[in-house]
């Protein structure tokens, strides 16, 4: 008996069992932006971008230091709290200007206001389907 997988279905059988589970993971971290008060968050779909190797991106601003890193840390404790997850990799912390939360499938960015003008993400990613909160 000869078994014959194609590489397509397995993506395609893996991407529709994530698909579910990505978007809880997204709102997750789209909650915890929301309970510190971040600014202009935007959810951005990348699961129907050719070459995106994340579902989602979800994006936020602080005006602070202070408020940049307390985004971060609630972000972290929603998910952790909902979900039992904590980031694969975090990048930014020491300087709290552009924060990193990577949970694989989906990748939270949490920016100061004047970094995120600055590197205009959501312009690099203009295929995705974006709603604003």
Not at 14 to 20: A, D, I, M
Not at 45 to 52: I, P, W
Not at 87 to 107: F, K, S
């Amino acid at each position: 008996m000869q078994i014959k997988t194609d590489i397509r279905e397995i993506s395609n059988m893996s991407n529709s069992h994530n698909n579910g589970a990505s978007e809880i993971l997204a709102n997750t971290v789209l909650e915890g932006m929301q309970d510190k008060k971040g600014i202009n968050i935007k959810l951005l779909d990348l699961r129907h971008v050719s070459n995106s190797v994340v579902d989602y991106f979800v994006i936020c601003s602080g005006n602070t230091d202070t408020q940049v890193k307390a985004l971060m840390e609630s972000v972290e404790e929603e998910v952790e709290k909902k979900l039992g997850e904590s980031p694969w990799m975090r990048e930014g912390i020491t300087n709290c200007e552009w924060i990193i939360l990577d949970y694989v499938d989906v990748v939270a960015h949490i920016f100061k206001k004047n970094k995120r003008d600055y590197y205009g993400i959501e312009e690099l990613w203009g295929d995705a389907k974006i709603t604003s909160y």
